[in-house]
């Protein structure tokens, strides 16, 4: 099955899941940016890879706006050379529009981890002969206040059903793509690695998720990750 086929079939079913309170909307950005997300797919998907690196759901200013994970819109546009329109989702909170690739906030945690890719790798071709990055999970959820509200503080009964369909994603995505390490970007990507690929032989590992919320992310998060993933034993990039 190809990644466009597995990410279509993911979108279909996390759109027919429903959240309540304190959830007021959701937002599935494979669906309304999926001319954006099958270009990253089909130009950097197509091949296996050595390392997936996995992230938690998209972020309101990155996936949201671009349909590429952690994207950050000026990196996906000019370092990834993603372009595309980006239409409007079903039921869009008034404090978090989606604007496509005219917005202007910035994704920092986006924006450091792409940097890093851009930095050790110089193109993006030469990363993803090696990396591809994915989302666990394809929805973003919002609150009446718009703040964002992660999977993991879903009710019990919201997060089986969504990580029932996520983790059959990702066991997918990985046996498609036949990494030799999968690399949880954060304590939970790593988590829920564990639990959907238990009956792979891969080795499973974390790096320290890049966001801004962390003190220790600010500091240096890109040398903590060379370091991380030295650890796990994947190679550095050759100097640039």
């Not at 590429?68 to 869009?92: A, T």
């Not at 909170?93 to 920092?108: A, Q, Y």
């Not at 890719?117 to 110089?122: Q, W, Y």
Request: net charge positive; aromatic share 10%; proline share 7%.
């Amino acid at each position: 099955m190809t990644l466009v086929r597995i990410l279509k079939r993911l979108s279909r079913e996390a759109d027919a899941l429903s959240f309540g309170a304190p959830v007021t909307h959701v937002y599935n950005p494979i669906d309304y940016a999926w001319a954006a997300h099958k270009q990253y797919l089909d130009r950097y998907g197509a091949t296996g890879k050595e390392v997936v690196l996995l992230g938690m759901n998209p972020g309101p200013f990155g996936m949201a706006q671009t349909g590429v994970p952690f994207g950050e819109v000026s990196l996906v546009r000019d370092w990834l050379g993603i372009d595309e329109k980006i239409r409007r989702p079903k039921n869009e909170h008034p404090k978090r529009p989606v604007l496509g690739f005219d917005c202007r906030r910035s994704e920092v945690s986006g924006q450091r981890l792409w940097m890093w890719a851009r930095d050790r790798a110089g193109t993006p071709e030469n990363f993803f002969k090696r990396f591809f990055v994915y989302n666990y999970c394809p929805l973003v959820f919002m609150e009446a206040t718009g703040r964002n509200r992660t999977p993991d503080k879903l009710s019990a009964d919201e997060r089986e059903v969504l990580y029932e369909i996520c983790d059959r994603a990702l066991l997918a995505v990985i046996t498609q793509l036949a990494p030799r390490f999968v690399v949880g970007v954060g304590a939970f990507a790593e988590t829920r690695a564990h639990a959907a690929l238990k009956r792979l032989d891969l080795p499973i590992g974390r790096v320290l998720h890049p966001s801004p919320a962390s003190p220790i992310a600010n500091r240096g998060w890109a040398a903590q990750a060379d370091r991380q993933l030295a650890a796990l034993g994947i190679e550095p990039f050759a100097a640039v």
